[in-house]
């Protein structure tokens, strides 16, 4: 069978004179993979002392979630709004089996992981020149009632960029439970009590 371009003309010998290039833009779904890590054990020859290679450090001890599918689920539920009972049915279409309260239980363990690098953030915000601050309502469950309250989200941002600022941007948040501003009157005394040291101190 002759190619297409050369029944166009009936010629046989053709040199290339350049391409066309066209582009498709496809999508590649997430993938799953088991990661096998090998402790070999040495005995030795002398004293027959046994010594194993150690496991990698993992976000969960003893857990079966590396940190890739650890920080998917969080930015999935977080980032993207994406319950945890959607993301079991999702994960089941590609035959891994997760269920809600397995992944609730990551995300408790990984909340306490998180706790150091969630203060260096905050004290990072509250301790800028310029601090802009807002609240917004949440919806709440309430555990055992089947019904929701409204919470409240704090919202603090440092971003000094209009003033010549070169530091980027950063935001950090506090809950409550209600509007009393418990988190925000932390926020806010954590503030005074900076200010004040400046002053002391002489600080610019």
Known sequence: MQPAHARVCGGS????????VSEVLDYVPASFRVVRHIQPRFTCKDCDTQVRVEMPSLPIERGKPGPGLVAH????????HLPLYRQSEIYAREGVDLSRSTMADWIGKASTLLEPLLVKLRDHVLVGHRLHGDDTPVPVLEPGKGTTRTGRLWTYV???????DTIPPVVCYFFSPDRRGTASQAASGHVLRRAACRRLCRLP
């Open 13 to 20: 010998d053709f040199l290339r004179a350049g391409e066309t």
């Open 73 to 80: 689920v969080l930015i999935a539920k977080y980032c993207d």
């Open 158 to 164: 440092r971003d000094g960029r209009p003033h010549g």
